[in-house]
């Protein structure tokens, strides 16, 4: 064989490498990729990872002399600060037995809690909670806030007074449902008042924005 066709061939050759080399990385490049986005999709977010490092002394345990709204107040307290995994144990704290059942164990919840529409909670600016309307052993109590995006949500939380051992008489939530978003008026306009919605005719309270 020449020497001409020696050196094609081994120009050819060491051109097929350099494809085999190039799809290679360009695979690995694709796969690596994929699993950074599964796990920032489905894996484990930051709050998660730090509950293990939350301290049980920090969490306020269920009491039968706190009132709906306390009860709804403490849950949402810690959610707002820059590590709001004690938040979250303590929101998870108040969650009823029935409630832990569908959205537990504690890591679920908290990686419910950093997706939507519940995400709202952790990056609010202002928040009212308002009164709580009583039937029995019944209560729902409405919550409004002010997103990042200075948008108006409403969240309505459903809690019953339980029965047990550990819990007898305390007020727990049941479920949270979101209810609206209002976005607010453009910069410029006159005051306007949003009033949370009503339920059974109780005024949850009022709230002056200003363009």
């Not at 120009?11 to 690596?32: D, H, I, M, N, P």
């Not at 484990?44 to 709204?69: G, T």
């Not at 107040?73 to 709001?84: A, D, F, I, R, V």
């Amino acid at each position: 064989m020449s020497d001409a066709n020696t050196t094609t061939l081994d120009t050819e050759s060491r051109g097929g490498l350099f494809v085999v080399a190039v799809v290679f990385l360009s695979l690995a490049f694709l796969v690596t990729l994929g699993i950074q986005f599964a796990w920032s999709r489905f894996g484990p977010v930051p709050s998660a990872r730090n509950l293990a490092a939350v301290s049980s002394e920090q969490i306020v345990q269920p009491k039968p002399d706190l009132s709906p709204d306390q009860v709804v107040e403490l849950q949402l307290k810690g959610l707002g600060e820059s590590n709001p995994a004690p938040g979250i144990m303590q929101c998870f704290a108040f969650a009823s037995p029935e409630n832990k059942q569908s959205t537990g164990p504690l890591t679920r919840f908290a990686m419910m809690m950093e997706r939507p529409p519940y995400d709202v909670f952790l990056h609010r600016h202002l928040l009212l909670v308002g009164k709580p309307a009583i039937t029995g052993e019944e209560a729902t109590v409405m919550v409004t806030l002010l997103d990042e995006h200075d948008e108006i949500r409403v969240f309505h939380f459903h809690l019953t007074k339980q029965h047990g051992e550990a819990i007898e008489g305390c007020w727990m939530t049941d479920a949270v449902y979101p209810l609206q978003q209002i976005t607010t008026p453009a910069v410029g306009q006159e005051p306007t008042v949003w009033r949370a919605p009503q339920h059974d005719g109780t005024r949850c309270g009022w709230w002056a924005h200003y363009g």
